[in-house]
């Protein structure tokens, strides 16, 4: 339960602050061990801070988290104890959002809560494969390489995440400026030009007459055609988010050529990854599979780590499921397999992240060289045609006047 303080330290400072305890008596026994002066304790909502209400804009940052974890990790080994630390930390914390959740987990620490549960009650800022990998640091005193193991696997993922984002900007913008360029043409370049042919009764081809009807269905149905565009993107959006709708759409993506190649070798490089540091960690495999989960953004990849998971379970081994799953490659379970046969199953999987994740960089460089030409033959037609559509007509007026 929350409680808001009011207190006051032994050089008489006023202190306003929250506290998340089971009870009052509690709450008053941690503040009087802090050597505070209890003024005034009430139970209280706290209310949601717009890190928690917009993490996307206003949260901790995934580079926030790296950072945070080689600092804590330096600190640790120098030889200064985890609360110094944190409470270093959140002192030199340029960055509010991540001010705000390591002062609440200093607060935690000093009431004999660990830092891996501490950090579980920040969901919006620290992921919970985070908090678990930080548990088994706890409890097999390697809390240091556990630090920097998270921050070596998240500067990975960021580093993926920001491959695929540059691969896809440039089409999505070449495209963004093809749709502009008609829209501006049909809406603006247009009409006045349609006004002069019809004035001059020239001879339209069916190009032209086409970018006409265009533009006047836009004239008088825009606004519907606007609405009803942004209905069906809200309701695409909305099927999308839902169980099979989602399933639907991931299994459509992994069928389409090169991006589905991207889509897969990327799930598995983070799948390697994510479990090579969580048995590096400690954590038993069957453990490590149910985090590993979490982390699959695709759902027929998640449900095949899902059987692959169950037959784990039911003592069928690791390698031997991930040979039945079509959709994995067999290069996958033949690693696997040599590293439970030899002992090396964390640096095997190590091995294989760095194999996919290149695979992902020669998979996106060959896209990229496709589509750059594609893209921009594709803009070339659009505004030859648009010349064309505009300029014949043209012609024609001067054939009349002569």
């Avoid at 901790?60 to 200064?80: E, H, M, P, W, Y």
């Avoid at 556990?146 to 896809?168: I, S």
């Avoid at 060959?366 to 648009?386: C, S």
């Amino acid at each position: 339960m929350n409680y808001r303080y009011v207190a006051f330290d032994q050089q008489g400072r006023r202190i306003e602050g929250w506290i998340e305890v089971p009870n009052e008596a509690t709450a008053e026994e941690a503040l009087w061990g802090k050597g505070l002066t209890v003024a005034q304790l009430v139970p209280a909502r706290r209310r949601p801070s717009l890190s928690a209400l917009f993490p996307t804009f206003f949260g901790v940052k995934r580079r926030d988290l790296i950072i945070f974890s080689r600092q804590l990790a330096t600190l640790l080994s120098s030889g200064i104890s985890i609360l110094p630390a944190l409470r270093l930390l959140a002192e030199q914390s340029d960055r509010k959002a991540l001010r705000e959740v390591l002062q609440d987990v200093t607060a935690a620490l000093e009431q004999g809560r660990p830092l891996s549960a501490a950090l579980s009650a920040h969901p919006f800022a620290v992921p919970e494969l985070y908090a678990r990998t930080i548990a088994v640091g706890e409890r097999t005193g390697n809390l240091e390489d556990v630090l920097r193991q998270l921050a070596t696997y998240m500067e990975k993922e960021q580093a993926l995440a920001r491959k695929l984002t540059n691969a896809l900007a440039y089409p999505a913008f070449v495209l963004v400026v093809a749709v502009g360029v008609v829209v501006l043409m049909l809406t603006t370049a247009l009409p006045p030009m349609v006004e002069l042919f019809e004035s001059f009764g020239a001879e339209l081809p069916w190009s032209t007459r086409a970018m006409i009807a265009v533009s006047r269905f836009i004239s008088a149905y825009g606004v519907y055609v606007l609405v009803g565009s942004l209905t069906l993107a809200g309701v695409s959006s909305w099927w999308s988010s839902r169980p099979t709708g989602r399933r639907l759409r991931d299994l459509a993506l992994l069928h389409v050529p090169i991006v589905g190649q991207v889509v897969l070798q990327g799930q598995i490089s983070r799948f390697a990854q994510t479990t090579a540091v969580l048995i590096q960690a400690g954590l038993p495999l069957s453990e490590v599979m149910e985090l590993v989960l979490q982390t699959v953004e695709n759902v027929p990849v998640a449900d095949a780590l899902e059987r692959v998971r169950v037959a784990l379970l039911a003592g069928q081994g690791f390698s031997a499921p991930l040979a039945d799953e079509r959709l994995f490659p067999p290069l996958l379970a033949q690693m696997v397999r040599v590293g439970e046969e030899t002992g090396t199953l964390e640096g095997n999987l190590e091995m294989l992240a760095d194999f996919y994740k290149e695979a992902v960089d020669r998979t996106m460089h060959r896209m990229t060289t496709l589509v750059e030409p594609v893209m921009t033959i594709f803009i070339g037609l659009i505004v030859g045609f648009l010349a064309i559509s505009i300029v014949m007509p043209m012609y024609s007026i001067m054939s009349e006047i002569k």
